[in-house]
């Protein structure tokens, strides 16, 4: 659907009356696209939190073994959720450009996607031990066991992110936060009763947890599944026939979204590393670390709910043809972004042990007392990259909704990697320890944040595009 002049004059007329709340893309219209998925990646960061909290209460070797498996995990799923979660670019520029039937074709093709990791997944769990090796012994058996358990519910993963971007990608995000929440609370109610071994269940452990977060994965992939049964959506987005293989919109999505998914891969790839080289310094810096990322969940996960609301609100300009409004959706989701995270980086600074307080009621007083210690001076860090960190998530969301992926890819790259190098010769050459480390991190963020505003500023993003011109 093309805008004729006379009305792109009169949407510009009208986009530019009303206030900063008012407006088109203004505070109120982003608010409501992003709150639902604020709420449900709020939700992600608080069932983390608790699960990190219950393996703390557990053991303390628990939750150390659980942040770099977790990572390794994230490592090996990151790459195919990136490309299935592109599609939410896409259904966004065919929404704008009003073409439903697409949008059905090309959900299929991420949900393809998904059904062909799923196999693949499990492959990785023999080589778990060759992927472990280093810490005290007990340490390294939970790692093992909590990578092999959560390879079972990788592709369930891919298939949500596929699925959900159906809902994002229109803007009907309360239906993704209904279904995140009952994941979520499924989740929490298993890591409960799994852990500990309540209700007759047994006490499992770091397993516990890791049963846990595939049974609540592949329950919300059957949630989706059933919700996008009905009949009206079928017919009107083409889902029945959208299930065919599409060669070529298939491979567009690996176009674009394979330089999405691959800074996710460089950067879990990295974090992964810095987190064994951390974990190797000790066990009280091991678990603080751990704890000190837990606690940054609170503030970071929820942004990353309005960096998808932004590529959506991206994606739907562009596809309309409306440049402007999607620069002003993104200068309004970073405001709103940066008044979020400052609240946090003062409580993080000025009242740390009100994020402790939970740890400490379940674990012992002497083990976690050096460890309150530690976290406390890390939670200053993360008060300063998390500001940091909010920024690069807004921008690199307006970025991916215009289809500026390559760039992505290589900035996440160069930057992610000579970090993790720069930490490592540091701590070879200069003996830098934990707090050596964390400069690097925050450094690493700031250097992102920046190169990501500088782009986003530059405008070459305005007149990308992910979706095919109209016969």
């Not at 990151?78 to 059905?104: E, K, T």
């Not at 196999?119 to 810490?135: K, N, V």
């Not at 516990?208 to 599944?225: D, E, M, N, R």
């Not at 017919?235 to 299930?243: H, I, P, S, T, V």
Request: glycine share 10%.
């Amino acid at each position: 659907m093309r805008v004729t002049d006379d009305e792109a004059q009169v949407a510009r007329a009208d986009s530019k009356s009303g206030n900063w709340w008012t407006r088109a893309c203004g505070g109120r219209e982003v608010l409501y696209l992003a709150l639902p998925l604020v709420i449900s990646t709020a939700f992600w960061s608080v069932m983390w939190f608790i699960d990190r909290m219950f393996l703390f209460w557990y053991s303390s070797d628990s939750v150390a073994a659980a942040l770099p498996s977790g990572m390794a995990h994230w490592a090996l799923v990151c790459l195919p959720i990136g490309i299935a979660s592109y599609v939410n670019s896409f259904v966004a520029q065919y929404h704008g450009a009003g073409r439903p039937q697409q949008i059905g074709l090309i959900v299929a093709q991420g949900v393809r996607l998904g059904w062909i990791m799923t196999p693949l997944f499990l492959l990785a769990i023999p080589l778990a031990p060759y992927f472990f090796t280093e810490g005290t012994p007990s340490v390294v058996r939970q790692e093992i066991i909590f990578f092999q358990i959560l390879a079972l519910g990788g592709g369930a993963v891919v298939l949500n992110s596929a699925r959900s971007a159906f809902y994002t990608g229109r803007g009907l995000t309360w239906i993704v936060m209904l279904v995140d929440v009952a994941g979520t609370l499924v989740n929490t109610v298993l890591d409960y009763l799994l852990i500990f071994g309540h209700f007759g269940c047994p006490r499992m452990g770091i397993a516990g947890a890791a049963t846990a977060t595939v049974c609540a994965s592949w329950f919300t992939a059957f949630i989706f599944w059933l919700l996008m049964r009905r009949k009206a959506d079928r017919a009107e987005f083409g889902l029945d026939e959208g299930n065919r293989f599409d060669a070529a919109l298939f491979w567009r999505l690996l176009k674009f979204g394979g330089p999405s998914g691959l800074p996710l891969l460089v950067e879990a790839v990295a974090f992964s590393l810095l987190t064994r080289y951390v974990a190797a310094l000790g066990e009280t810096e091991g678990t603080a670390t751990a704890l000190a990322f837990n606690v940054n969940a609170l503030a970071f996960v929820p942004v990353i709910g309005l960096g998808i609301a932004v590529s959506t609100l991206v994606g739907q300009k562009l596809g309309e043809g409306r440049p402007d409004l999607a620069v002003r959706a993104t200068w309004t989701a970073q405001q709103l972004a940066f008044i979020y995270t400052l609240a946090f980086a003062a409580l993080y600074v000025f009242v740390p042990d009100l994020f402790l307080l939970a740890h400490a009621a379940g674990a012992k007083a002497e083990e976690f007392r050096a460890v309150r210690e530690t976290t406390v001076i890390l939670l200053r860090f993360v008060a300063v990259y998390c500001l940091l960190d909010a920024l690069q998530v807004i921008f690199v969301g307006a970025l991916k909704g215009a289809g500026d992926t390559r760039f992505i890819f290589v900035t996440a790259s160069i930057i992610s990697l000579g970090s993790i190098v720069i930490g490592r010769w540091g701590q070879i050459q200069f003996g830098w320890g934990l707090y050596g480390w964390w400069w690097v991190i925050t450094a690493w963020i700031c250097a992102l944040a920046l190169t990501y505003l500088c782009r986003f500023l530059q405008g070459r993003w305005k007149s990308m595009r992910v979706i095919e011109d109209p016969m």
